[in-house]
């Protein structure tokens, strides 16, 4: 979490999705050309896996568009921010992501795919008992799947998020650094814990053992244990 972070004009390193190919990647200032360049993250990979702060979530209404970027977003539960009454703005959703091989990433997009299967996310998240006791998610982009959008007659891909552990919100320096905007879901019966789900996620991502094992410690996680889900 940087100090600066809550200046105007001050970009958190963004998490991207191109719904065109259907890749995942961040966005790294490149000093030569003074902008950003797209490096792709292997979808499935260890690097594919981060915590997300459940208890930040925001959406709202978003615009993007050449050499405008314009994001109205408010805390999931707090009043959505005012129609900007224009028609290029469109739905949009933010999140705070982590892991230990990028550090903080910013997730905001107003993409209608990517923005629907984040709050299909949520909302699935919103189901376990985990999320009650205010424990974090930790996701995956495990892969893509086909849709064809009639009103442009043109196939995209769409993400496949995977939920993959949880973690309490306190082991993620840049979480635990940000105040809480967005209260646990109620607790309710019909909840599941996520222990009780059987765990296929090394035979269906195919994932070799060593990725398996804990990320040696270094500057990102230094001060996290062992126990971490990567």
């Keep these: ?35 950003r360049n797209f490096m792709e993250i292997e979808l499935g990979s260890s690097a594919a896996k981060f915590a997300a702060d459940y208890a930040t979530r925001e959406r709202g209404y978003g615009k993007i568009q050449v050499g405008l970027y314009d994001m109205r977003l408010t805390p999931v539960g707090a009043p959505p921010p005012p129609w900007p009454d ?3 703005y469109k739905p949009a959703v933010g999140w705070w992501l982590w892991n230990p091989f990028f550090g903080e990433l910013r997730l905001e997009t107003n993409g209608a795919l990517l923005v629907r299967a984040i709050a299909g996310l949520w909302d699935r998240i919103r189901t376990f008992k985990e999320a009650s006791n205010g424990l974090q998610p930790v996701i995956q982009f495990t892969g893509s799947r086909e849709r064809f959008v009639q009103q442009v007659n043109k196939t995209f891909f769409e993400p496949v998020i995977d939920l993959a552990a949880w973690i309490d919100r306190e082991r993620v320096p840049a979480f635990r650094m940000r105040q809480i905007t967005v209260q646990p879901p109620i607790a309710l019966d019909s909840q599941t814990p996520f222990s009780a789900l059987p765990d296929r996620s090394r035979e269906r991502l195919n994932i070799p053992a060593e990725l398996l094992k804990p990320t040696p410690k270094g500057a990102l996680d230094h001060d996290l244990d062992d126990s971490l889900p990567w």
Excluded: C, K
């Excluded at 191109?18 to 490149?30: D, F, P, S, T, V």
């Design 1 to 35: 979490m940087s100090d600066i972070g809550d200046l105007h004009g001050v970009f958190a390193t963004p998490l991207r999705w191109n719904a065109e190919q259907g890749i995942l990647g961040r966005m790294l200032y490149n000093p030569d050309v003074g902008g």
């Design 86 to 88: 224009d028609s290029d």
